[in-house]
T-cell receptor, first 113, second 115 residues
């Protein structure tokens, strides 16, 4: 089974400052990687995904994540955060031949005005 | 709304009672997943269906838990003789499994509180 580690449970950051949410996974096989966002009282929404190809993937709202195979990491970054980015962020992995998603414990991002 | 819908959104029950949750996936999706999320944790896989067939179950799914997807459309998750440890958010997701990757879309969840 896969395991996903999100090292930071809570990340407070000032508005317009950069942020990085860290994610590491354990796997020696081919995987798909994801970041999901969960706003209060809402379901999980896919933020971005890495399937293959370019190791840098971007979302429509300015987030990006880079797949680093040697470090088994998929850190999420944003150069300038907004109040509306306040949410819980989950990193997830799925084996390319597998049938389920394995989630990390989540990082609560709080953007401070 | 054509997303994944779950009913009810909240359920409070007494210990020992049975509860049943329903999930309606996106209509053309052939895969349906159930996850459980407790406070401070990420979602944990419980089980998934490919059409009406239940293909995989987690060891987290004790004998008190049963899931069905009788016609390959909506699914139900029943918990018998609920325990306080069953208190959690139960999430349903669906996807269209084809030759390649398919994104999973999640519902808003059913929050179960066992008192």
């Amino acid at each position: 089974a896969q395991s996903v580690t999100q090292l930071d449970s809570q990340v407070p950051v000032f508005e317009e400052a950069p942020v990085e949410l860290r994610c590491n996974y354990s796997s020696s096989v081919s995987v798909y990687l994801f970041w999901y966002v969960q706003y209060p009282n809402q379901g999980l929404q896919l933020l971005l995904k890495y399937l293959s190809g370019s190791t840098l993937v971007e979302s429509i709202n300015g987030f990006e994540a880079e797949f680093n195979k040697s470090q088994t990491s998929f850190h999420l970054r944003k150069p300038s955060v907004h109040i509306s980015d306040t949410a819980e962020y989950f990193c997830a992995v799925s084996e390319s031949t597998g049938n389920q998603f394995y989630f990390g414990t989540g990082t609560s991002l709080t953007v401070i005005p | 709304d054509t997303g994944v819908s779950q009913d009810p959104r909240h359920k409070i029950t007494k210990r020992g009672q049975n509860v049943t949750f329903r999930c309606d996936p996106i209509s053309e999706h052939n895969r349906l997943y159930w996850y459980r999320q407790t406070l401070g944790q990420g979602p944990e896989f419980l089980t998934y269906f490919q059409n009406e067939a239940q293909l995989e179950k987690s060891r987290l799914l004790s004998d008190r838990f049963s899931a069905e997807r009788p016609k390959g459309s909506f699914s139900t998750l029943e918990i018998q003789r609920t325990e306080q440890g069953d208190s959690a958010m139960y999430l349903c997701a669906s996807s269209l499994k084809g030759a390649g990757f398919s994104e999973a879309f999640f519902g808003q969840g059913t929050r179960l509180t066992v008192v």
